[in-house]
């Protein structure tokens, strides 16, 4: 005769004797709980800087010298979309006639600073997103742009167009590449206000641009997608879901030591995906042939921004987990920072030892709170070393 189902259980219960010779279940010592409870800070960091004004996006540093990008998506920004800290403060960069709202059309200025980065001589460069809140993307405004920190002058500034360009492009974050192109080669990822992401090449010398592997599972975002946000389940899948976390495609990038290849994931998927630059870089290549040199290189996690260190290791924002990781060559992760602070982890970038990262609060803005904007400034740049030494004080500032 079988056993009933509630015997078994009982059955299987660890029992203990107590006085009087009873048996009666175990009872744990106490009850388990997350340890952390979803709070508690790990890893060593300190905060570089706190911005009372508009959230900081892109971030660079050159020969000691650090640039931040404040994209112009919210109607009240009045400030410099480009800045170097300089004493705890911040100045527009190249100068204020460029980086500062004005009238001057959309070519010549900077519209909507977003990912910014170095490349092998030191320059900086940065994506104009040409973004503005409530506005259409204006033509001439999307451009890439090329600034050389010895003379502080841009030497390069290359306007996007159709059909690499779309009307809902929104370019994000951009890798330069010195080893292919007579002047380099730029690879942005387009992320998109719509559907519609992509890998965008652009050749520096003749400013010769491609839009490719828009149909490219590794490029779209991933749907339906849940993301846990705060300790909420938000799911991602239009249009039964409107979306209530930052959402898009392909965004994070960044390039091996070498340059010889390019890392890229979605922002809506936890997969990371690679290509060689010699492919990439070659414009008579098609998109099924793009698609052969493709990747998979599995999960890790939901990621913003990307960055990699002179030993090849990727450092991948969390936007889920409050905290950054640390992709080693092996393929195994290491959590670098966890904190309550890290909320929307975006731009980030490798200077030597140090690891630097904006915190934007992306994920409180209105259009993701039925038009609340749950923002609460200030907002942080924070910095980590690469290999932790004696731990670092995360509430004393540390002025670029």
Not at 67 to 75: C, I, L, N, T, Y
Not at 81 to 87: I, M, R, S, V
Request: with cysteine; aromatic share 8%; charged share 20%.
């Amino acid at each position: 005769m079988s056993m009933h189902r509630r015997d078994l259980f009982r059955a299987i219960l660890p029992l203990t004797i107590g006085m009087g010779g009873i048996a009666r279940a175990a009872e744990p010592a106490h009850d388990a709980t997350n340890r952390d409870h979803g709070v508690a800070s790990s890893g060593p960091f300190e905060i570089v800087a706190r911005f009372d004004g508009p959230g900081p996006s892109g971030i660079a540093v050159t020969h000691g010298r650090i640039f931040v990008g404040f994209p112009r998506h919210a109607v009240n920004h009045h400030g410099a979309t480009l800045a170097e800290l300089k004493g705890g403060k911040l100045y527009p960069y190249p100068d204020a006639a460029h980086s500062m709202p004005s009238d001057q059309p959309p070519a010549i200025r900077l519209m909507s600073v977003h990912g910014m980065t170095t490349d092998a001589r030191g320059r900086l460069w940065a994506i104009d997103d040409g973004k503005l809140a409530g506005q259409p993307l204006a033509p001439g405004a999307a451009k890439v742009i090329g600034i050389d920190p010895e003379t502080d002058r841009i030497f390069a500034s290359i306007i996007l167009r159709a059909p690499a360009l779309l009307p809902d492009s929104h370019m994000n974050d951009l890798r330069v590449d010195l080893t292919h192109g007579a002047q380099g080669t730029v690879y942005v990822t387009d992320s998109s206000f719509g559907l519609s992401p992509a890998l965008v090449v652009v050749d520096i010398a003749t400013g010769r641009q491609r839009r490719v592997l828009a149909d490219h599972p590794s490029i779209q975002a991933q749907r339906p997608f849940m993301a846990v946000v705060e300790g909420r389940p938000l799911v991602f899948d239009p249009p039964q879901h409107p979306p209530g976390f930052v959402w898009g495609g392909v965004d994070g990038i960044t390039l091996s030591p070498d340059s010889g290849t390019l890392y890229y994931s979605p922002l809506t998927s936890r997969r990371l995906y690679s290509i060689p630059t010699g492919l990439l870089a070659d414009f008579s290549r098609t998109d099924a042939q793009l698609a052969a040199g493709i990747r998979d290189l599995g999960e890790k996690g939901v990621a913003d921004g990307l960055a990699n260190d002179a030993k090849g290791r990727i450092y991948t924002t969390n936007f889920e987990h409050d905290a950054i990781f640390r992709r080693n060559a092996d393929g195994t992760f290491d959590t670098m920072v966890h904190d309550p602070r890290i909320l929307s982890p975006d731009g980030i970038f490798v200077d030597g030892d140090m690891v630097y990262c904006t915190l934007g609060q992306w994920n409180r803005l209105g259009g993701l709170n039925g038009g609340h904007d749950l923002r609460v400034p200030p907002y942080y740049l924070i910095r980590f070393p690469t290999d932790a030494p004696a731990a670092v004080d995360a509430t004393k500032p540390a002025h670029g």
